[in-house]
T-cell receptor, first 115, second 112 residues
């Protein structure tokens, strides 16, 4: 089954304790992206990757890191989480290119609470 | 700016039509999208429209695009309880598939 998986689905942590949210897709997609969803703000892009070893900042990259060492995996790293990073996080992937419809496939989400 | 705006809530009765509106800011967007987010799940692509079209119909869904006013709408005919979800419009600003800008989302509640 074609899918995007994220782990963990739920995480409660404390300020300053490094954490990683994993994302994996089995569709051989080049493009992957991380979003955060906050009430009244919709989805905001954190980072995206056009392919292996190619990553770039989205709209709200501060406090986050990513890496793309393999095509299927795109982990999101919070080196020193803070309460304002409490949010619902989504990973997405796509194979779209220039001029094509851009259908992103989303993971189920990771609800992160930082106390 | 790149704000894509939607009203936050919409409540309709089962069987009625729902109209969800979206105002976007960049007239050069190639495609405009509607995504659906069911409770506890990620977003799924519902439908899309190419920027040179005015209307697209897909079963119970009708998408209208007014490029002059930068207004996009999604009409759901014969709304069912299973349509209760958050609906996001999104625009592809780059045309290259590397950035979608999402609206704030409209929560649709369907009442019996």
């Amino acid at each position: 089954e074609a899918q995007v998986t994220q782990n963990p689905r739920y995480l409660i942590t404390v300020t300053g304790k490094k954490l990683t949210v994993t994302c994996s897709q089995n569709m051989n997609h080049e493009y992957m992206s991380w979003y955060r969803q906050d009430p009244g703000l919709g989805l905001r892009q954190i980072y995206y990757s056009m392919n292996v070893e190619v990553t770039d900042k989205g709209d709200v990259p501060e406090g986050y890191k990513v890496s793309r060492k393999e095509k299927r995996n795109f982990p999101l790293i919070l080196e020193s989480p803070s309460p304002n990073q409490t949010s619902l996080y989504f990973c997405a992937s796509s194979s779209a290119g220039t001029g094509s419809i851009f259908q992103q496939y989303f993971g189920p989400g990771t609800r992160l609470t930082v106390t | 700016g790149e704000d894509v705006e939607q009203s936050l809530f919409l409540s309709v009765r089962e069987g009625d039509s729902s109209v969800i509106n979206c105002t976007y800011t960049d007239s050069s967007s190639t495609y405009l999208y509607w995504y659906k987010q069911e409770p506890g799940a990620g977003l799924q692509l519902l439908t899309y429209i190419f920027s040179n079209m005015d209307m697209k119909q897909d079963q119970r869904l009708t998408v209208l695009l007014n490029k002059k006013d930068k207004h996009l709408s999604l009409r759901i005919a014969d709304t069912q309880t299973g349509d209760s979800a958050i609906y996001f419009c999104a625009e592809d600003l780059t045309g290259g598939g590397n950035k979608l800008t999402f609206g704030t989302g409209t929560q649709l509640k369907v009442e019996l």
